[in-house]
């Protein structure tokens, strides 16, 4: 039994930060965006780059063993998906959170086990600067870059939102801390009924009213200012939180909850994009490694399982709660009034 075990699982995990930062220098160094205008050599590649000979041979070829990049005739390409999804002048560019994770996260996860050991974050807090979102929301370079990283995280679920949930028996929905407006545009290009928008804090306006212009969707989606913690939540027939609850610790979280049910008609939903925690724990990685995540960012934020946030809708007053898969990690929770 012992000779049939191996040990490559282990080793490609232990070291699977190689691959890991390969692609968020590739991010960072725009090999996606600069091969969306057509292959190149290597030495075309390397120039435009402007990198060192010894390694731009290795690095270039590493993104093909990664299943990143094509090589034919030894001009390097982009697959359908980086071609589709990290190059940045397409509008379906997801790159804004691989971004942050090059810039923030990749260095953060270093002091993980500190903080499974002190239960305290690991990111600027942990030398007396401000913590994740007054840093980021301080400065309106950051904030964009953040924004953007938001939609290109939830822009999949944010499709299937649209397209499983039945919007077709509702008039009106608000996506609260909703960023650019990612999720309220995807209804809104499904539905041409629904009216609505976003609320969330006055700095973000600008942002969000760019990117539904950009759909020419301003005429149905508005921009609402406020803080979700001061003040009462805008009034529609459906409300979402995508990404939002799992910042919060639990008593912050069953407020927020709260404060959806007040807003709600009779019959009106909560839904609650999150990655969800199976059931179990056993299967959803990527929800426990957010979850992970949250401890680095944030001082009391976790992710949870679809049957915690039904337990939180149900002790609100919901009367009706159910789990939907949408795509990969992420599920939705809806909540009925």
């Not at 435009?48 to 993104?63: E, I, K, M, P, Q």
């Not at 629904?194 to 600008?206: H, M, R």
Request: proline share 5%; glycine share 10%.
């Amino acid at each position: 039994m012992k000779d049939s075990l191996k040990p490559d699982h282990i080793m490609q995990l232990g070291l699977g930060f190689w691959g890991s930062k390969t692609l968020l220098s590739a991010i960072e160094l725009d090999v996606f965006t600069h091969l969306g205008e057509k292959p190149l050599m290597l030495d075309s590649l390397k120039e435009r780059l402007d990198l060192h000979g010894r390694s731009a041979h290795d690095f270039f070829d590493a993104l093909v063993a990664l299943g990143l990049l094509h090589k034919n005739d030894g001009h390097y390409s982009n697959t359908p998906e980086t071609g589709h999804f990290l190059n940045k002048s397409k509008p379906s560019y997801i790159g804004g959170m691989l971004e942050m994770a090059n810039h923030r996260l990749y260095r953060f996860w270093g002091d993980l086990t500190e903080g499974l050991k002190t239960g305290q974050p690991q990111n600027e807090m942990k030398h007396g600067e401000p913590g994740l979102f007054e840093a980021i929301y301080s400065d309106p370079n950051k904030l964009e870059g953040f924004l953007k990283a938001m939609t290109g995280l939830s822009m999949a679920a944010n499709v299937e939102v649209a397209r499983k949930f039945p919007f077709d028996n509702y008039q009106t929905h608000i996506d609260i801390g909703g960023a650019q407006g990612g999720l309220p545009v995807q209804v809104a290009l499904v539905h041409p009924h629904i009216t609505g928008g976003n609320f969330d804090l006055p700095v973000v306006q600008p942002v969000f009213e760019e990117y539904v212009q950009s759909f020419h969707l301003q005429d149905r989606l508005k921009f609402v200012p406020g803080n979700f913690f001061e003040d009462d939540l805008p009034r529609a027939d459906v409300i979402s939180m995508g990404h939002i609850l799992h910042d919060w610790n639990q008593e912050e979280k069953e407020m927020l909850i709260g404060k959806a049910y007040d807003a709600l008609p009779k019959g009106g939903a909560l839904i609650v994009l999150e990655a969800l925690i199976d059931d179990a724990r056993r299967e959803n990685a990527f929800g426990l490694l957010m979850s992970l995540n949250m401890l680095i960012e944030t001082p009391g934020g976790f992710d949870f399982t679809g049957a915690d946030c039904c337990g939180w809708m149900k002790k609100a007053g919901f009367k009706k709660t159910e789990v939907v898969h949408l795509v990969g990690p992420d599920s939705m929770v809806i909540g009925i009034k």
